[in-house]
């Protein structure tokens, strides 16, 4: 990979504290970065933390608990960025999960709570952090990018709300990267498919036969799925795309995404 160096700037990453959200502020720390992540659960921010600390002894990172979908906590995040960092210059929004449900089985609530995570984890931070990223802007190079899926263009009826709620946030930041680019904050997303992460783990725990080994399970759901390239993706290769969509290093670039599906995409 290109070697870049961000001494000096400021990286934002929700969800910072598992999968794909931590390989991506890991990345950034890499470059010099400073790096502020946030998340619900203090214990698992609190062990990212350490384990970032551990890999980058002099890392610049602010770890505080915030909950996307609560006003106050986003800005309680961003007035501690602004006070331990002085500003930020990229924007990830990535704090989130997937609802798993048909048409058949998904309540009004759940419709809600759906449409209420999807994009007010964009809207929330997004509106939050404008004022410094405005201010980066100036400085070259300002931007935000959030992790979409790729149901947002290719649905699947086993997750109905998440698919449909995906639909929506995609046209939102094909908005928004045209209304903030006179103010030269670019807007970008990855579209991703299946990623090794946290909440893959999780249905690990829970669906996995008896015995069944991480390795075998996700091998078995990758074919089962026809994953071209065969395999789930890691959040490493997330990282790697969002650090792109992030940096200067695609400057020119803005309302586009980068599809990180393994092949699952059936449109040209
Ligand atoms: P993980 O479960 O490993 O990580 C999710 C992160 O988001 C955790 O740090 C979690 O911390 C945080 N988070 C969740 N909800 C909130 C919230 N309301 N406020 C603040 N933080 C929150 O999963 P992934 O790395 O897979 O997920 C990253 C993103 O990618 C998510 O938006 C997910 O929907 C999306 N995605 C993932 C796919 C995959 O296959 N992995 C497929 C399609 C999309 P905590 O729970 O402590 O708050």
């Not at 759940?110 to 201010?135: G, N, Q």
């Not at 947002?152 to 698919?163: I, K, R």
Request: proline share 3%.
């Amino acid at each position: 990979m290109i070697q870049i160096d961000l001494t000096g700037q400021v990286a934002v990453v929700t969800g910072g504290s598992s999968g794909i959200g931590l390989a991506t502020a890991e990345l950034f720390l890499q470059a010099g970065a400073s790096v502020a992540i946030c998340g619900r659960n203090t214990e698992r921010l609190a062990q990212a933390e350490a384990a970032l600390k551990a890999k980058f002894p002099d890392a610049q990172l602010l770890a505080q608990a915030c909950d996307v979908l609560d006003a106050d906590d986003v800005n309680g995040f961003a007035q501690a960025v602004q006070t331990r960092f002085g500003g930020t210059d990229m924007l990830v929004n990535n704090a989130g999960q997937g609802r798993v449900s048909t048409f058949a089985n998904t309540t009004d609530d759940a419709w809600r709570e759906e449409l209420d995570l999807k994009y007010f984890s964009v809207i929330r931070p997004t509106r939050a952090f404008l004022p410094m990223l405005r201010d980066a802007a100036g400085a070259g190079n300002a931007a935000i990018v959030c992790v979409n899926s790729l149901l947002a263009l290719q649905p699947e009826p086993h997750m109905v709300a998440t698919s449909s709620a995906r639909a929506g946030v995609q046209n939102l930041i094909k908005s928004l990267a045209v209304e903030l680019a006179p103010q030269r904050i670019r807007v970008n997303s990855i579209l991703i498919g299946i990623v090794e992460s946290g909440q893959w783990r999780r249905r690990h725990a829970a669906q996995a036969q008896p015995g069944q080994s991480w390795e075998d399970w996700t091998a078995e759901l990758a074919q089962k799925k026809n994953i071209p390239l065969g395999r789930f993706g890691k959040p490493e290769e997330a990282a790697q795309a969002l650090f792109y969509l992030a940096t200067k290093l695609s400057s020119y670039t803005t309302g586009s995404h980068i599809d990180v599906s393994g092949g699952v995409a059936r449109h040209v």
